[in-house]
């Protein structure tokens, strides 16, 4: 079913990541977990470094920066650094940032479907949108995790 509403895109809508088997910095084997869990910490200091009042010149535009991700960056996700306790989240909240938008939480079929259940929903108006972050965790091009109610900083490389 082709998207109806043009006012945001729906979820995964146009979103895809690349095949990344040549880069290692992706890797999902136990070596490469170990290193990228290592990396995470790193980063986890670096960012906890720049949280500071009246910042030096370059810590200042080091945090610009790095609370700024682009696609393409490297970047991890924040606010999960002290819930997570389990490696599969803190390694699919860290990677290639392949886009962030607003977009709609649901679908439009199950929007249609909400609407059908509920007759108290008024329509667009009622139905809820979110920014979501799309991270490349992994090499193949459906690595991908959709991510919301989150933040994200960019890794320095």
């Known amino acids: 079913m082709p998207n109806t509403t043009a006012r945001y895109p729906q979820p995964r809508e146009g979103v895809t990541g690349t095949e990344r088997t040549e880069d290692d910095l992706l890797a999902l084997d136990d ?14 200091a670096l960012h906890s470094a720049v949280l500071v009042g ?3 010149p370059k810590v200042a535009e080091m945090y610009a920066r790095m609370t700024d991700p682009r696609p393409g960056d ?6 999960s650094f002290s819930r997570a306790r389990d490696t ?13 938008r607003e977009e709609w939480m649901t679908t439009d079929e199950e929007w249609a479907a909400m609407l059908a259940e ?7 108006e009622d139905r ?25 900083i960019s890794v320095p490389t």
Request: charged share 25%; hydrophobic share 40%.
């Open 118 to 124: 509920d007759p108290g929903l008024r329509g667009e």
């Open 128 to 152: 809820g949108h979110d920014h979501a972050w799309y991270v490349q965790y992994g090499p193949a091009a459906e690595d991908v995790c959709r991510w919301t109610n989150c933040e994200f």
């Open 31 to 44: 070596k490469a977990i170990a290193r990228r869990l290592m990396m995470i910490g790193t980063a986890r």
């Open 74 to 79: 490297l970047i991890m996700e924040v606010t």
């Open 54 to 56: 009246n910042p030096a």
């Open 88 to 100: 599969d989240t803190k390694i699919k909240g860290f990677g290639i940032l392949v886009e962030h």
